[in-house]
């Protein structure tokens, strides 16, 4: 159901907000109804840009009054259509509210808005010696990875957005602002309520300002590249390497079909053969040579065909681009088609099966994809490739990642690791959470009784 603006709603946004912060226009309007999934949406009638966390809570305020959806919107990188609007109304931008508020150095803390983009967070930390580890590879705004507890290659040295964010200023869906945690390193003071909104994917209220921890620049890094004369030998290594306790910053795993198409894009000359990309982060390199000698005797006994390391800075930085780009290069790689991408995790003891599951399955059907993932933390990617307008081709894509996503399931794990619920995984939310999905549902209604947040996310 779309919900358009009536003439009178439209001139009360453009007396608050004006020309330059309010906008119907075809132009704007199409910069918000696209991520890089397939999902389609309802283009909304407007889209606004906030400012203040005022200006937010007054819009909340009448949107609700009024009845209007609103969704609210960050850099829009979102894989599984987080941030499209599905019921019109309207767009809330947050890029406006971009500052980065105050530095405490000496407390490993930041405060920020929600708009300020996780590249530029960093940029603007570099003379601290600190910085926020979270790395999902796209430059996400740190709204939207608060809203996803968005992750990455590092999550399994660092952890997740939710171990950062110590403190939180939100506006809730009727107008009203809250305040949760605080800037103490712990608590055990009540009902910790930041947790039930990272993740929320803005269908509980929008963040409005955030304090974060952070963590030290490493001062040395070792990258290694280790090749496989299987997939299921290579996963088997992982498990072994968190085991022993080395503490890898990354440990990604690759297969042939990805690594084929990054040597094409890239000069790294990589084996195409299933590969581990390792890096790991010590107080001196003296102690990273121990580390790389001890994860090579374990690859080793995992029938590792070749274990690289010392890789020089500039080549170091190199993997990890084409590591970080590897949907767009899959995406380059199949002009005109577009990719549906699976996103699981399971436990790490499970990681082999899955792995092997799921590159048996891509072969089965003969669909045009690749397996690789973020093994050192359990989580699984498929990115396919296909044409949404071929029913038969599209539904062998959707073939796969429905046996992905049942297989980790059904192995313990989720059906999204990292890349949320959205609108893709909105129909493997019961078989994931059986009935604590109508508690769920219940605090939604609870806190958005009209249903006006981000609407048709999360629930089936």
């Known amino acids: 159901m779309t919900h358009p603006l009536t003439p009178s709603q439209l001139q009360q946004l453009h007396q608050w907000f004006g020309s330059?912060?309010?906008?119907?226009?075809?132009?704007?309007?199409?910069?918000?109804?696209?991520?890089?999934?397939?999902?389609?949406?309802?283009?909304?009638s407007g889209v606004v840009w906030p400012e203040t966390t005022e200006e937010v809570?007054?819009?909340?305020?009448?949107?609700?009054?009024?009845?209007?959806?609103?969704?609210?919107?960050?850099?829009?990188?979102?894989?599984?259509?987080?941030?499209?609007?599905?019921?019109?109304?309207?767009?809330?931008?947050?890029?406006?509210?971009?500052?980065?508020?105050?530095?405490?150095?000496?407390?490993?803390?930041?405060?920020?808005?929600?708009?300020?983009?996780?590249?530029?967070?960093?940029?603007?930390?570099?003379?601290?010696?600190?910085?926020?580890?979270?790395?999902?590879?796209?430059?996400?705004?740190?709204?939207?990875?608060?809203?996803?507890?968005?992750?990455?290659?590092?999550t399994v040295k660092y952890g997740a957005t939710k171990d950062y964010v110590m403190r939180m200023t939100i506006v809730l869906p009727g107008g009203e602002t809250i305040k949760t945690g605080s800037r103490a390193h712990k608590s055990s003071s009540g009902y910790d309520l930041g947790k039930l909104f990272i993740g929320s994917e803005g269908t509980l209220g929008i963040v409005t300002e955030a304090t974060l921890s952070l963590s030290g620049v490493p001062d040395n890094q070792l990258a290694a590249v280790v090749t496989f004369g299987d997939l299921e030998s290579a996963s088997e290594a992982v498990a072994m390497i968190i085991g022993t306790g080395l503490e890898p910053a990354a440990l990604e795993l690759l297969t042939e079909g990805l690594i084929e198409l990054m040597n094409r894009e890239t000069d790294l000359a990589l084996a195409v053969a299933p590969s581990l990309f390792c890096e790991f982060h010590g107080i001196s390199r003296t102690s990273l040579e121990e580390t790389a000698v001890v994860a090579r005797e374990i690859c080793e006994d995992c029938g590792s065909r070749s274990f690289r390391y010392g890789i020089d800075e500039q080549d170091r930085r190199n993997l990890w681009r084409a590591r970080h780009e590897a949907w767009e290069t899959i995406n380059r790689a199949h002009p005109g088609k577009h990719t549906l991408i699976v996103d699981a995790a399971v436990p790490i003891s499970r990681y082999p099966e899955m792995a092997v599951f799921a590159d048996r399955k891509v072969r089965e059907l003969g669909v045009s994809g690749y397996v690789f993932g973020h093994a050192g933390d359990g989580n699984l990617h498929v990115v396919m490739a296909g044409d949404p307008s071929?029913?038969?081709?599209?539904?062998?894509?959707?073939?796969?990642?429905?046996?992905?996503?049942?297989?980790?399931?059904?192995?313990?794990?989720?059906?999204?690791?990292?890349?949320?619920?959205?609108?893709?995984?909105?129909?493997?939310?019961?078989?994931?959470?059986?009935?604590?999905?109508?508690?769920?549902?219940?605090?939604?209604?609870?806190?958005?009784?009209?249903?006006?947040?981000?609407?048709?996310?999360?629930?089936?």
């Not at 704007?28 to 389609?40: E, K, N, T, V």
């Not at 941030?83 to 406006?96: C, I, K, S």
Request: glycine content about 12%.
């Open 57 to 154: 809570s007054n819009l909340l305020t009448w949107t609700y009054r009024e009845g209007i959806p609103v969704t609210p919107w960050g850099a829009g990188t979102s894989t599984e259509g987080n941030p499209l609007p599905v019921a019109g109304g309207l767009v809330v931008d947050m890029t406006r509210m971009n500052r980065v508020l105050d530095i405490r150095s000496e407390d490993l803390q930041v405060d920020v808005q929600p708009g300020v983009f996780r590249r530029a967070l960093n940029k603007q930390l570099a003379d601290t010696g600190l910085f926020f580890p979270v790395d999902p590879g796209a430059d996400a705004t740190i709204g939207g990875m608060i809203a996803n507890n968005a992750s990455g290659v590092k």
């Open 20 to 44: 330059e912060r309010f906008s119907t226009g075809n132009s704007a309007r199409d910069l918000h109804i696209s991520d890089i999934s397939p999902h389609a949406c309802e283009p909304p």
């Open 390 to 460: 071929d029913p038969e081709e599209w539904s062998q894509l959707e073939a796969v990642n429905h046996a992905v996503v049942e297989k980790a399931i059904r192995l313990e794990g989720t059906c999204t690791g990292e890349h949320g619920v959205g609108i893709g995984k909105r129909k493997f939310m019961a078989m994931e959470h059986g009935a604590s999905l109508g508690l769920m549902k219940r605090i939604k209604d609870l806190i958005d009784p009209k249903g006006l947040m981000n609407p048709g996310k999360i629930f089936p």
